[in-house]
């Protein structure tokens, strides 16, 4: 059946499409990181501070979800060794990673629903308090602190199922 445009445009909850496919991943990662960018709290963190050449990490934002959501073995990095790298030149505090959440649940929201999409918001919700826990116990960015501990990037890992990374783990 056609999904019916609500009052606002968009199909009904029920009616929204489950993401399925990896370009629909790749649809909501470009439309979280629009968001993302524009916003007051985060976007000065990706344009100022990381510079980040999104059309250049867009493909390894897209492996870690493809690998949260289906189970995939397509993200093999260490994202919280990246986090921590940028933790110590901007403090993510929890506010931020709240924001974070806000507009990736939202995000999600307004263009899925299904198995997959509930996938996508839980695990985000576990990694996102995942980081934020082990960050607020990280020392403090080099603005407050006297020396930057270069070894706390590589100190340890999330998976891209919000685990920690077992010691013999690769990253
Ligand atoms: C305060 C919240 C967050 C901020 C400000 C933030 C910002 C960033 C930035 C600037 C980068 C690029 C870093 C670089 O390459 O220099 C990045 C990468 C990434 N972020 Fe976040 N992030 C946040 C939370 C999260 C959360 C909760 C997740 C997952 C649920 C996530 C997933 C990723 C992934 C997968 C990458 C790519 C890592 C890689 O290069 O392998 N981020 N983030």
Redesign the pocket.
């Known amino acids: 059946m056609r999904a019916q445009p609500n009052a606002v445009g968009r199909p009904d909850v029920s009616e929204r499409p489950d993401i399925n496919t990896r370009a629909d991943i790749v649809t909501l990662v470009t439309e979280f990181y629009r968001r993302a960018f524009a916003d007051p709290q985060?976007g000065p963190?990706?344009v100022d501070?990381?510079q980040?050449d999104l059309p250049a990490?867009l493909p390894?934002?897209c492996d870690?979800w493809q690998a949260v959501i289906f189970r995939a073995g397509t993200y093999r990095?260490?994202?919280f060794g990246?986090?921590a790298e940028?933790h110590a030149r901007v403090r993510?505090t929890p506010e931020?990673?709240t924001r974070?959440l806000e507009l990736w649940m939202a995000t999600v929201d307004n263009l899925h629903s299904g198995p997959h999409t509930d996938r996508a918001k839980l695990q985000?919700h576990r990694?996102?308090e995942s980081?934020s826990r082990r960050l607020a116990d990280a020392p403090p960015a080099p603005a407050e602190a006297e020396t930057t501990p270069a070894s706390y990037a590589s100190s340890g890992a999330v998976t891209a199922s919000g685990r920690r990374r077992r010691p013999s783990e690769p990253d």
């Open positions: 985060l963190i990706f501070v990381a980040l990490h390894v934002i870690f990095r260490n994202a990246v986090h940028l993510l931020l990673f974070w985000a990694i996102a980081m």
